[in-house]
């Protein structure tokens, strides 16, 4: 029994995944004892059995100058760990995120972000063979303070925004609310009050699962206006 790729690793249709007495798993063909991947995507090898391929609509792939949300998962000496939902965890440093040299024997990373945190950042690096590189040197970019955090596919954020920005810019007119859009499908939001953040959240969620739908600007629109008691 033979595996060819590792845990999380980016496959494309045709790679040869496996031979041996594997289960087969999603986005999985199999021919005699050989495992090929169907799909973009991760493999898994799920209980030690199954040959799987995670496929990447959910799964965000990095692009340098991204914006993106990500939580920090893991403190190290000098970086952080931070999950931005892409197939390694992204790495950010503490000169990246400091803007200055930092002295680990003088201070504790932990004084200025700890697992846990969320962070916007920017995408300052990555290939397939490497972790992603994070900054936070640019107005706009820190630690999230306040707020709330919505996830949705990483497929449906172009939706998100629409052509040349119309529908972050309608939900923003018609809710009165901060958006911030991470690129890898995290949004953050600050409303007013909770009911705005509310009608706001469920605005996000009828994107991103009627995205296919002609007119859907529009449509979102009415159901705001709508819910706050306006003309339509």
């Known amino acids: 029994m033979t595996l060819y790729f590792n845990r999380r690793d980016l496959v494309v249709p ?3 995944l496996a031979e041996g007495d594997y289960e087969v798993g999603e986005n ?22 199954r040959i799987t391929v995670i496929a990447l609509n959910s799964i965000y792939v990095p692009k340098p100058g991204d914006i993106v949300i990500g939580d920090v998962v893991d403190v190290g000496v000098g970086s952080w760990a931070v999950d931005i939902r892409a197939p390694r965890l992204a790495i950010l440093r503490a000169a990246d995120a400091l803007g200055k040299p930092f002295r680990p024997d003088r201070e504790e990373l932990t004084r200025f972000l ?22 936070l040197g640019e107005p706009g970019l820190g ?10 596919t990483p497929s449906k954020v172009p939706r998100l925004i629409g052509k040349k920005g ?7 007119r018609e809710t009165g609310c901060q958006i911030v859009i991470g690129m890898n499908g995290v949004v953050l939001v600050r409303c007013r ?40």
């Open 114 to 135: 700890t697992v846990g945190d969320t962070v916007i950042a920017k995408v300052k690096a990555y290939d397939r063979t490497r972790n992603p590189l994070l900054t």
């Open 14 to 16: 045709g790679d040869l």
């Open 166 to 172: 119309s529908m972050i810019s309608m939900l923003k």
């Open 28 to 49: 999985i063909h199999k021919i005699g004892n050989r495992f090929y991947a169907t799909r973009v995507g991760l493999f898994e090898l799920k209980d030690e059995r």
């Open 193 to 232: 009050n909770p009911e705005d953040e509310e009608l706001l959240v469920e605005a996000i969620e009828k994107i991103e699962r009627e995205s296919h739908v002609e007119g859907l600007t529009d449509r979102v629109a009415r159901m705001i206006r709508r819910r706050k008691g306006l003309a339509a």
């Open 143 to 152: 630690k999230v303070t306040s707020g709330l955090i919505v996830r949705i």
